[in-house]
């Protein structure tokens, strides 16, 4: 199978996640915090390190349980920076706790984040080439609503990746076989 170009081969987790994860339309309220929270903390690193923490940080993360996270204080911070399966950055961990209370502040405004994000596409995904950019104008507008809200490490190029990541943009490149102009 050809894969866009930047999945390293030599890696299973990185190709079973852009086989099968990546660029698929995500509507699970659970699924869409788990991935916001660690594209939040890709912020200046690259995705494959996340990707290989990822089951660290579920763990510590309580499996991305969103009412547990917005109910940890200072001990579970500091428990958090002494965990070395993760990314041990405090502001990154403080903004996750913080992004969570907001996330459900929005779930409850609109019902559900899987509405709010789809929204901004009207419910449709954007086909788009992963080397065309790293933001675009709808990223932009995610990104400072979401602001707006308090939410923090959530600016524009993360956002545009974490579109990516949910399946509000196709973004498979054109030598990938899932490429969405292939597959018509």
């Known amino acids: 199978m050809n894969r866009c170009s930047y999945v390293n081969l030599k890696n299973p987790l990185y190709i079973k996640y852009h086989d099968e994860e990546w660029s698929v339309p995500q509507h699970s309220d659970k699924i869409l915090f788990e991935l916001l ?105 995610v990104s400072s609503d979401l602001r707006r809200r308090g939410m923090k490490f959530v600016g524009s190029t993360i956002m545009y990746s974490y579109l990516q990541a949910i399946g509000v943009i196709n973004a498979h490149g054109s030598e990938c076989d899932l490429c969405p102009a292939k597959r018509r």
């Open 37 to 141: 929270i660690l594209e939040s903390f890709q912020a200046g690193l690259s995705w494959e390190c996340i990707l290989n923490k990822r089951e660290a940080f579920r763990r510590a993360f309580d499996n991305f349980d969103i009412v547990k996270v917005s109910c940890y204080n200072e001990d579970k911070v500091l428990s958090l920076m002494q965990d070395k399966g993760i990314v041990r950055n405090r502001r990154k961990i403080e903004a996750a706790i913080s992004n969570s209370r907001i996330f459900m502040d929005i779930q409850r405004e609109i019902g559900s984040f899987d509405s709010y994000i789809w929204d901004f596409t009207g419910g449709k995904t954007v086909e788009e080439d992963y080397h065309i950019r790293t933001t675009s104008p709808l990223s932009d507008e």
